[in-house]
């Protein structure tokens, strides 16, 4: 088991070096790069930038390197934890970006939790009673979660709460703590604000998640070592949590690695719309400016995110199975 | 308290069954898959029910436990279990039907007073629980054992059972298992409570001969050792003459013939038992069709011959610090065919007989070793170097027909356009002239020229298994690789298209190599056999020779593992195992 | 038991001699959902090929007298004060009036005065497909310059039931091309490597589980970001539908790869070689028919998130932008949240996303069904 969780982790490493590699390339699409942008500003405000000038920043950013040396530099930083300057900020990137990126994963993480709580048992529920009112009720409330795109629902949520109760569901914290230091009232107050996002964001992969839980069950529930249990005398809910449904859970789990993607990149629409002090609306700006270390840090560190997903999934793959460790 | 009056049996049965009826909802009413059923269970008898596939014989053995899967439903009868409390304490008598099918009261009975093994051994038992585990929940339930004590007791019973090594076999899961042991172990796990009656539904179909024949005798002793009635639930006539003491024939739901093993199988009173009787025993001895025609017509010279053939499979290749690991599939196989003679190839599952076959036909590559053809114009060549393009005329020779009907077939195409496909490829004739070949190639195979144009949909397994043999012999092939291509079918219907293709044999002259795991069907088909183990050819010579006194002590096992259609001769078999060395 | 040398009577001429795609249809036809998805999504498809002639305006005329105008209601019974009745399409004016004292703005039904509308009435001149010179559209005011919105107005004025016709255009065509770019690079990757096998196997396997660890949004939001503003509309359209694409392949290269690989180990594919026919007939002839359909399925389960993928993007602006119309150029108008609070009728291009996904799932699902109308036999 050991050996098998080493392996998968030495398996992702090349993964992250395509992802970072990947980043480089995206930020570094864009025409030109951030002096031009800089100075096309400057001069739209009126102020001339000289060519001597121009050239003298470049040089300061190393823009004129090869990429190959560039993105080695850009790298071998990040790996260290420097993720370069922002020059819209003039900050270190990482300055920036700290609070920001943590909100993100405890934002991802309690929308995965979240997402299995109510997937997990409603899928089972519509599986064992197949065909009955709760059954259609669940899977038209699933379908119509995976047909909506999540912003949407945001927005009619932002709306009712507007137009209704007169409040405002955007934000993650209440005015007063936005700038408050970590207390236990902080933390409260985040989770309470959590709750509206986390739903929004959770919708569609829980819908997915439902369906494919119940299609699982569905399944198992018709393999033969389930009729071996019964004649064993087992009781029908003993039996159930026990065998069909540890089963389903396999193929289930193995959906976390596409599910935490579709997570993190569910959420950056969502707290765009909400204006959550996320990584998201930050390296939306970021990519709109072309201020590349910022945003190549912010997709770096998805991206890696989601590998990590990835690599969790598998793991807890190979817990709960355990003819995968053998493979 | 239940009177029951019986000269036939010393002791009072154990369970009854009387008038039952199971019904499946369908579309168009009530379907009656059990239809009036009444049977008995005596303690240390094995009453066999035997019949066909949909005979409803499954679906009553179910019924008892009330374990039927949905939409099927119990309609009628009634189902007795007298139970003992020891020396003459008392009988208690329960009636199971009215009993709630999630109940706590029929959940007691269930793996305690009877118990059930199934027919997959493999999708039977929880890949991803321990064997110690499945087998230790049953004494958990009924025994109130801890889950240490019921792990020791599940040491014992895979001891009892014969599994090897058994404090370690608990821990193991059912995929490090192979079938027989598997079986073993749903065997353990049903016994574990000591249960009255053990209900086992087709247990050895799924495994090889020689592993079918150690879990008939395992169970035989077993019985004797506990005193359990068993309901064997089986399709093959032979397993019942092993092991029945009380035979019941079912169809079409329905019981048509009852009575003890002896009488039944001396003198068959249901035309059906009649039937049955006649299609298992067809196969003791040679067709006397192929004896007449090789005395019309003798053997001619060798056209094909594999010489040293080996394959070789890569499991992982070599890589950094580490050789390939790789599979022997066929090691050295030497093997000769003349013209119009039926070789047989015959093995147990993974003995390589397919893979040779493939080889020889050059479906597969070869690793070493040559595979001679002869054409009709005495050119030899050998088939193992060559790649594909200079294959298809040595294709249009070497035909195939596969096992499955069902696969083998492209369901997008018409029978039409299949048979005349290697017609097409091979450019022989014009449309018309295809279309006239096809015709009269159906003709040949039996069946109407209307099939043309029909999609393969329509037609059912035996009739796939005639297309496939017209498709086969539509380029005029001289040889003909046979790839159980029986197997797949109802035993009535094997001997049916084995007739054909002899008689295909005699008008066209064509040579088969017929592979198959089934010794009868070999005996009834082949000139020549070839016995297959882990890859190896074990013997070989004439069917008759070998059949009758096997020399190799694999084929010897073989042979005694294969269960006769006759009760009276049960006495008379001395089984042989097969111990590598 | 039949008897072996008679074909089973039971079964009618017309389904033993029933092609593939009859019995598809068949199979299909019993699926309820998919039946209704089939229908949605034909509509839609029908409102995409001819968005002039269901628009009665041009989707970008502003109008600075209707700004945030409501929608109405069309009326079908049109009584006369005399109370005699009779059969015409017609809305009640709406009258932009401000409160005495709060001086807000509202519209106020005007029930004196009623715009009659006309079915396939004359209206601008246009070009269907570009091509046939037409002037009717669907409904049209009767009279000329008389103005109606059926889904409101946004805050230029700009009829909205236009504008969400026009959008069906790009959003549902966004989808289709868009598949048809990911199921192009899909066979090619996925027929490589199931073909090849091997390295290239391996290879393009990992780039497929690579992509898919990608979170999608960031990195499509990385690449249209690099779009440059000024781009022309019918090129950014393409960009952005490339750049969807891009991601999108992935799944029908497993789905074309897995099916592949599974059909050369099919018995009739080695029959097939047998029979002596090239590699050319075995794929084309013999494999092709069966992945076919497979392929169908997947491609119509592709289109939602494809469309879904357009309409976020767009939504953050960094997909379509105007002048292009689509729903998520459309839903960008309904961020800000004092727009919709006046305005809730600009979530009506959602409920367009919403159906179109939904039927699309609904209809993919029902041919992923019938996909293998034999899979149900030899048991």
């Known amino acids: 088991m050991l050996g098998y969780i080493v392996r998968r982790i030495i398996w992702s490493i090349p993964f992250f070096f395509a992802a970072s590699v990947l980043a480089y390339i995206i930020i570094q699409a864009p025409p030109g790069d951030y002096v031009t942008s800089l100075a096309a500003r400057m001069v739209s405000e009126g102020n001339d930038m000289d060519p001597s000038r121009i050239e003298a920043l470049r040089i300061r950013f190393g823009l004129d390197d090869p990429h190959p040396v560039q993105y080695f530099r850009w790298i071998t930083g990040a790996i260290q934890g420097d993720f370069g300057q922002s020059y819209e900020w003039d900050r270190p990137v990482s300055e920036l970006i700290g609070q920001r990126m943590a909100l993100s994963v405890i934002l991802a993480f309690s929308t995965m939790l979240f997402t299995w709580a109510v997937a997990l048992p409603f899928g089972i529920f519509s599986a064992v009673r197949k065909y009955t009112m709760g059954d259609y009720i669940i899977t038209f409330i699933g379908f119509i979660g995976l047909a909506t795109p999540n912003f949407l629902i945001a927005l009619v949520l932002m709306y009712i709460g507007v137009v209704h109760f007169g409040s405002d569901v955007t934000g993650l914290f209440s005015s007063e703590y936005v700038n408050a230091d970590w207390s236990f009232a902080k933390m409260l107050d985040l989770l309470k604000h959590m709750i509206i996002p986390v739903v929004i964001i959770g919708t569609s992969s829980t819908a997915s998640l439902i369906r494919i839980m119940r299609a699982n069950l569905l399944d198992e529930l018709q393999k033969p070592y389930v009729v071996t249990a019964r004649a064993k005398g087992l009781s029908e809910t003993k039996l159930l949590l026990k065998y069909p449904v540890r089963l389903a859970l396999n193929p289930f789990v193995s959906t976390l690695g596409w599910a935490f993607p579709q997570i993190i990149s569910g959420s950056t629409i969502v707290a765009v719309v909400l204006s959550l002090p996320t990584a998201d609306p930050l390296m939306l700006d970021a990519l709109l400016t072309q201020d590349m270390y910022l945003a190549g840090a912010f997709i770096l560190l998805l991206s890696a995110l989601s590998i990590v997903g990835m690599l969790v999934s598998d793991i807890l793959l190979a817990l709960v199975d355990p003819r995968i460790r053998y493979r | 308290m239940s009177q029951m009056s019986s000269t036939q049996h010393t002791q009072p049965p154990i369970l009854e069954v009387k008038n039952l009826e199971t019904s499946f909802k369908t579309r168009h009413g009530w379907f009656k898959a059990v239809d009036d059923v009444s049977i008995s269970l005596y303690p240390g008898r094995t009453l066999c029910v035997v019949g066909e596939s949909g005979s409803g014989k499954s679906v009553m053995s179910r019924s008892i436990l009330q374990i039927v899967d949905a939409p099927g439903k119990i309609t009628g009868g009634e189902i007795l279990l007298h139970t003992d409390f020891g020396d003459g304490a008392g009988h208690s008598t329960v009636n199971m039907i009215g009993m709630d099918p999630r109940g706590k009261q029929v959940r007691a009975i269930r793996g305690d007073d009877i118990a059930m093994i199934f027919q997959e051994p493999m999708s039977s038992l929880s890949p991803v629980h321990r064997i110690g585990d499945q087998i230790g929940e049953t004494l958990r339930i009924h025994m109130g054992m801890s889950k240490k004590e019921a792990i020791a007791r599940s040491v014992e019973l895979l001891r009892m059972v014969e599994i090897p090594n058994p404090e370690e076999a608990v821990k193991r899961y059912p995929y490090e298992f192979s079938g027989g042991m598997r079986q073993r172990a749903m065997i353990a796990m049903a016994l574990s409570c000591n249960p009255k009656v053990l209900i086992a539904d087709e247990p050895t179909t799924a495994l090889d001969v020689t592993i079918q024949a150690e879990i008939l005798e395992l169970m035989r002793s077993l019985q004797k050792a506990h005193n359990m009635a068993i309901l064997f639930i089986t399709h093959d006539m032979g397993v019942v003459a092993e092991i029945a003491d009380d035979v019941a024939v079912m169809r079409h739901g329905k019981v048509v013939e009852k009575g003890d093993v002896y009488s039944v199988f001396a003198s068959p009173q249901h035309d059906y038992t009649k039937s049955l009787l006649h299609a298992a025993t067809q196969c003791e001895g040679p067709s006397d069709r192929r004896l007449a025609m090789r005395e019309r017509r003798p053997l001619g010279d060798p056209i094909l011959e594999a010489v040293a053939l080996r394959k070789e499979y890569v499991i992982t290749p070599a890589g950094f610090r580490r050789e390939a690991k790789t599979l022997l599939a066929v090691k050295d196989a030497n093997l000769q065919l003349r013209d119009g003679e039926n070789i047989g190839i015959v093995g147990e599952s993974g003995s390589g007989k397919t893979t040779l076959a493939r080889c020889i036909q050059r479906i597969h590559s070869v690793s070493s070793g040559a595979v001679l053809y002869t054409d009709r114009q005495g050119n030899t060549r050998d088939l193992a170097p060559l790649t594909k393009p200079d294959l298809k005329e040595p294709w249009r020779d070497m035909r195939i027909i596969f096992q499955d009907p069902f696969g083998s077939l492209n369901p997008r195409m018409t029978v039409g356009q299949i048979i005349a496909e290697p017609l097409m490829n091979h450019g022989l004739g014009t449309p018309v002239e295809q279309r006239a070949r096809v015709a009269e190639l159906l003709d040949l195979v039996g069946l109407p020229g209307s099939a043309a144009e029909r999609y393969p949909h329509a037609f059912s397994g035996g009739q796939r298994q005639r297309i496939s043999i017209a498709r086969a012999i539509a380029p005029n092939p001289r040889i003909i690789i046979a790839d159980e291509a029986t197997s797949a079918l109802d035993v009535s219907l094997r001997t049916q298209i084995m007739d054909l293709l002899l008689e295909l044999q005699e008008k066209l002259g064509l040579s088969y190599l017929f592979i198959s795991h089934d010794v009868g069907l070999v005996r009834y088909f082949c000139d020549r056999v070839v016995v297959m183990y882990k890859g190896q050819i074990m013997e070989e010579g004439e069917t008759e020779d070998v059949c009758t006194n096997p020399q190799h002590p694999y084929t010897q096992s073989l042979l005694s593992a294969v269960p006769i259609a006759d009760p009276t001769m049960r006495a008379s078999k001395t089984r042989t195992r097969y111990v590598e060395g | ?379």
């Open chain 3, 1 to 379: 038991m039949t008897q072996s040398n008679s074909i089973d009577p039971r079964l009618s001429t017309d389904i033993a001699e029933a092609t593939q795609w009859k019995l598809m249809w068949l199979k299909f036809r019993k699926h309820r959902l998919a039946m209704f998805g089939l229908c949605i999504v034909s509509f839609l498809y029908l409102i995409a090929l001819c968005a002039e002639f269901f628009s009665p305006f041009d989707p970008s005329e502003t109008s600075t007298a209707d700004l945030f105008h409501p929608p109405q209601r069309i009326h079908f019974v049109d009584r006369a004060e005399d109370a005699s009745w009779a059969l015409r399409m017609y809305v009640y004016d709406q009258k932009l009036t401000r409160d005495p004292i709060t001086l807000a703005t509202t519209y106020v039904k005007n029930p004196d005065k009623k715009i009659y509308l006309k079915l396939f009435g004359k209206n601008e001149p246009y070009n269907l497909f570009g091509l046939i010179p037409m002037s009717r559209t669907l409904i049209a005011p009767a009279t000329a310059d008389e103005k109606f919105y059926l889904f409101g107005a946004d805050r230029l004025g700009r009829d909205m039931f236009s504008r969400a016709m026009m959008g069906t255009r790009i959003s549902m065509s966004i989808g289709l091309v868009g598949v048809t770019l990911s199921l192009c690079l899909g066979l090619l990757i996925g027929g490589l490597s199931g073909y090849f096998g091997g390295l290239v196997d391996a290879v393009s396997s990992r780039a497929i589980e690579l992509i898919l660890a990608m979170p999608t949004i960031p990195v499509w939001l990385g690449l249209s970001a690099a779009l440059p503003a000024t781009l022309d509309p019918l090129l950014r359209y393409f960009m952005i539908t490339i750049i969807l694409s891009l991601i999108g392949w992935t799944e029908l290269a497993r789905v074309v790869r897995g099916r592949f690989l599974a059909l050369r180990q099919e018995d009739f594919v080695i029959s097939a070689e047998l029979d002596g026919a090239p590699t050319r007939r075995v794929i084309f002839r013999h494999m092709m028919p069966s992945l076919v359909s497979h392929i169908i399925a997947s491609v119509t389960l592709a289109i939602p998130s494809m469309i879904l993928a357009e309409t976020s993007l767009s939504f953050l602006g960094l997909g379509l932008s105007p002048p292009t119309v689509s729903w998520g150029v459309l839903l960008k108008e309904a961020q800000n949240i004092h727009a919709i609070a006046q305005a809730p009728w600009l979530f009506i291009p959602g409920a367009f996303v919403a159906l179109a996904v939904l039927s699309l799932n609904f209809l993919g699902d029902g041919l992923r069904d019938a996909a293998d109308p034999y899979a149900s036999e030899g048991s």
